[in-house]
């Protein structure tokens, strides 16, 4: 059972924007100490702070929202939704209901949809996936390897996860205005915003892969995917009760609940299916054009840094929050 309603959400990772739930930053992990980084101080090495970060869609953002993201220097929002989401989601004129677009000044927003024309909202993938609301991982890791092979899909113009993978490899970029992290400074990207709907699906799958590419262990990344299960859970009455009264799904309060959940099994099952058919991480970027190896090496350079003990994030106490 996840953390309950009044208990907070531990803090980093999570960071509290009006407006904007289940916003995170992916950065803080540990690196496995068998990586094969540049790392010579002995310090344990982290993924860097204030580079990545996820959250749901950003239609209800408020004023002090866009400040907040502003004080983090946020240059790009990158939108994975496609098009006839947000249209389906922003109709209706009801400024509480809806998924409308959202921009604000000093953020390119860049869309860049994984499915062209299909509504992949959770919603949706319930109705492609017959497993997806009971108590497995299968239709959650054949959604996944699904969400993979689309966004990598050579017809799809837009590349969501090259575009998104390309940016966090650059070799150099406008200098971050904020810091969240004491960790030596590195050159590299500007802060990012990663976002479907949810902000659990898509949005944790190419979060998941740059994880991975730096070295992340899978019981790690897979605990960072479920902190969804808690970073939503303010919405959780609002998204069961919008689910159990869809006829088409057919659901109870129950399945609707395990819909909108992130079990990490969800995400061991997606990595370990990677590496049964790729080999490894690196192979299945490598393999599907997402990435060069050359920039697999800039990405790690970028997203690597070393820390003192006390700014790794503590995941371990945090994932008592998920029992």
């Known amino acids: 059972m996840a953390a309950e ?8 990772p999570f960071l509290s924007i009006p407006g904007l739930p289940n916003f995170r930053d992916a950065g803080g ?3 496995s100490p068998s990586t094969n980084t540049t790392g010579t101080t002995g310090k344990p090495q982290i993924i860097r702070r204030n580079t990545i970060f996820r959250a749901s869609e950003p239609s209800k953002l408020t004023p002090a929202g866009v400040t907040a993201l502003q004080d983090l220097g946020i240059a790009k929002v990158y939108d994975l939704r496609s098009a006839v989401e947000i249209a389906r989601g922003g109709a209706g004129g009801d400024e509480n209901q809806g998924f ?5 000044e000093g953020a390119e927003r860049v869309f860049v949809p994984v499915f062209l024309d299909l509504d ?3 919603e949706m993938l319930a109705l492609r996936y017959r497993n997806y ?8 890791i054949q959604a996944y390897a699904d969400i993979l092979a689309a966004a ?3 017809s799809n113009t837009y590349q969501p996860f090259r575009t998104i993978l390309s940016h966090l490899a650059s070799a150099s970029s406008p200098s971050s205005t904020a810091s969240t992290s004491t960790a030596t400074p590195t050159p590299g990207p500007s802060p990012c915003l990663i976002h479907c709907t949810a902000g659990k699906d898509r949005t944790g799958v190419v979060v998941a892969l740059v994880l991975s590419l730096c070295g992340v262990p899978d019981d790690v990344v897979a605990h960072e995917y479920a902190l969804t299960d808690i970073g939503l859970r303010e919405r959780w009455p609002e998204l069961v009760a919008h689910l159990t009264a869809n006829p088409k799904l057919a ?3 129950a399945g609707a609940r395990r819909m909108i959940g992130a079990r990490k099994g969800a995400m061991i099952g997606t990595l370990a299916q990677v590496r049964e058919k790729h080999g490894s991480v690196e192979k299945c970027v490598i393999d599907l054009g997402l990435l060069s190896p050359e920039e697999i090496t800039q990405l790690r350079k970028n997203l690597i840094v070393e820390a003192e003990e006390e700014d790794v994030i503590q995941w371990k106490e945090h994932a008592k929050l998920l029992l």
Do not use: K, N
């Open 100 to 104: 409308a677009v959202r921009e604000w």
């Open 29 to 31: 992990y540990p690196i």
């Open 133 to 140: 609301t009971v108590e497995r991982d299968e239709g959650f």
């Open 5 to 12: 309603a009044d208990v907070p959400l531990p803090s980093p």
């Open 120 to 122: 992949y909202s959770p």
């Open 251 to 253: 659901i109870d309060a």
């Open 152 to 154: 990598s899909d050579p």
